[in-house]
């Protein structure tokens, strides 16, 4: 930073440097984000010059910062927050004392941390994306109560830190602390800001498709886009949007989706969101898969890549890779498909995506297994490799089920998601004529799911989990109270989700990842080898530390 050639600014300067934030946020707001970052950019601009408008500079570079993460930049994002931060602390200096001023400065840095979360987590930094979130909570937040806020103000941040926490522990894959978040932060928009109930809502209908439940997933999105159309943000209507035909691709649904993705998709092309435009190619690729196009669907998908490489939007590349992957497998180009696999397990492992290395895995077991079926002259070598891979993502895919909510939610994470891994765990371990493993995860699975002793609390189990077992009672919405009914019924439909998501999400009985197996008195444990090929991948816990004989 250069050293301020001026002290002090004329009424006119500090006038315009307002004018132009007050134009950008205009155009932000609008979803016009080129127009927004030039803006604001000529405010940080004119305000370099002076000492007394740190704060006018400091604000216009988290606005910079926040347009040109929408623009899909988010290296330069993250490059302007960091500066932005930088100038806190020299504000923090010139303040110090000043009770009223050094309140304004902390709001300051909260919104840069909050903000700076954003575009961690679309390049895969979610540890300091976390880090980011969890700085700025403490600073707005109460020791003693969360929910109060340094002022009226900071509400909206308050919600925003809250929803960007949810939108981290989605993309973990750490669906009870999701659930937990996205509820939180709808109580809180609810008692504070009703009209930003676009984003909570949004994350609770990521999660309900995540977790097999489309239809509270179709019931939340649709309410998002009630939220936003009344909020008058263009931007989060697209955006919802977009998950809505996510979840009618999902559902097959094509012709439903279509419209909505291609109107999305023209929005955010013209509006230069990258980030949204990768999400849209990944998605019109899907589409073009399942109406059996495979090579539109791979165009798309190298497109799809490429504008989120440019973004640095590294796990959502590799997500569109893994799709990639299963064109070029089925167009017989297999080193390209697993080139395509490789790198994107690297992505997945460098930012700590255990769940999504396993997911990835069992795909690629998947292609192996059929690469064998062919009735070519596979590589021999190939059955190996699939079993190597489908038997520990299986049992990190399985050990997922153990952290959910409530029974039901175990039971179709079972049925839909974990089943299909075991089975083709088992299907390769019969091909391969390995009767001692095929024995092991009969053993395994007839075992049954053991109830959560809470006597010793949750780290009594011996280490963190895939994702950790973070329910600790029922989950429930507020009473938004009789002052609502001001509010149209957009309240009334958001009442509605909020008893939905209460009913989905009630706890139920709590179970604990299953023991180890001993197999013989002589303390040969089942899937040993596999189990610790599993923690060691994909960085989490898929059995318990207790070890019980079958004998």
């Known amino acids: 930073m250069t050293s301020a050639s001026r002290d002090e600014p004329g009424s006119e300067e500090i006038a315009r440097m307002s004018a132009l934030i007050d134009a950008g946020n205009d155009a932000f707001l609008r979803g016009e984000y080129p127009a927004a970052h030039d803006l604001f950019d000529r405010a940080v601009e004119a305000a370099a010059p002076f000492a007394r408008t740190l704060d006018v500079r400091t604000q216009a570079l988290i606005n910079r910062a926040s347009a040109a993460d929408r623009l899909g930049d988010h290296p330069a994002a993250i490059t302007s927050f960091r500066e932005a931060l930088g100038l806190c602390d020299l504000l923090a200096e ?31 930094d979610f540890d300091g994306a976390h880090t980011a979130l969890e700085q700025a909570r403490a600073l707005l937040a109460s020791p003693a109560d969360e929910t109060t806020l340094l002022g009226p103000d900071t509400a909206d941040l308050l919600i925003g830190c809250l929803v960007s926490l949810t939108a981290l522990t989605i993309q973990r894959e750490q669906w009870a602390r999701a659930n937990e978040l996205a509820t939180e932060s709808l109580d809180v928009v609810l008692r504070h800001q009703p009209e930003l109930a676009g984003r909570p809502l949004m994350n609770l209908s990521a999660i309900g498709l995540a977790t097999g439940r489309p239809e509270l997933a179709e019931d939340f999105a649709h309410q998002a886009v009630t939220a936003f159309q009344a909020a008058d943000t263009p931007a989060g209507v697209a955006e919802a949007r ?44 899907l589409l073009a898969a399942l109406r059996g196009d495979p090579a539109g669907a791979g165009e798309l998908y190298v497109q799809g890549v ?10 959502a590349a590799a997500e569109v890779r893994v799709r990639l992957a299963a064109v070029l497998h089925a167009e017989g180009r297999y080193e390209e498909s697993e080139a395509q696999l490789a790198q994107a397990v690297a992505a997945f492992a460098a930012s700590r995506s255990g769940l999504r290395c396993a997911q990835a895995d069992f795909f690629h077991a998947t292609l192996l297994e059929d690469r064998l079926s062919t009735g070519s002259a596979p590589d021999p070598g190939l059955l190996g490799r699939a079993v190597g891979l489908a038997v520990p993502a299986a049992l990190a895919i399985d050990a997922v089920r153990f952290t959910l909510a409530n029974g039901a939610q175990r039971e179709r994470w079972n049925r839909e998601i974990a089943a299909p891994a075991m089975r083709l765990a088992f299907r390769l371990a019969v091909r391969a004529g390995a009767a001692g493993l095929v024995g092991e995860l009969i053993e395994s699975q007839c075992a049954g799911t053991p109830l959560m002793d809470t006597s010793a609390g949750d780290g009594a189990a011996g280490g963190p989990t895939l994702e950790p077992p973070q329910f600790l009672g029922p989950l429930t919405f507020p009473d938004p109270g009789p002052g609502t009914d001001a509010q149209g019924d957009s309240m009334d439909t958001f009442q509605l989700g909020a008893a939905l998501a209460d009913v989905a999400a009630s706890v139920g009985l709590r179970v604990s990842p299953p023991p180890r197996l001993a197999l013989n008195p002589a303390g040969a444990v089942a899937l040993d080898p596999y189990i610790a090929q599993a923690e060691a991948r994909y960085g989490g816990r898929v059995r318990d530390t207790r070890v019980v004989p079958t004998w």
């Open 306 to 315: 490429a504008r989120f490489e440019e973004c640095g939007a590294v796990v």
């Open 242 to 285: 977009q998950s809505l035909a996510q979840i009618y691709l999902r559902s097959g649904r094509l012709d439903e989706a279509e419209p909505l993705l291609t109107a999305g998709q023209a929005f955010f092309d013209r509006a230069g969101m990258s980030h949204q435009s990768g999400i849209g190619l990944d998605l019109l690729g």
């Open 94 to 124: 010139a303040v110090a004392g000043d009770v009223t001023v050094t309140a304004v400065v902390t709001v300051l840095r909260a919104s840069a941390l909050v903000n700076l979360s954003h575009p961690l987590l679309h390049s895969g």
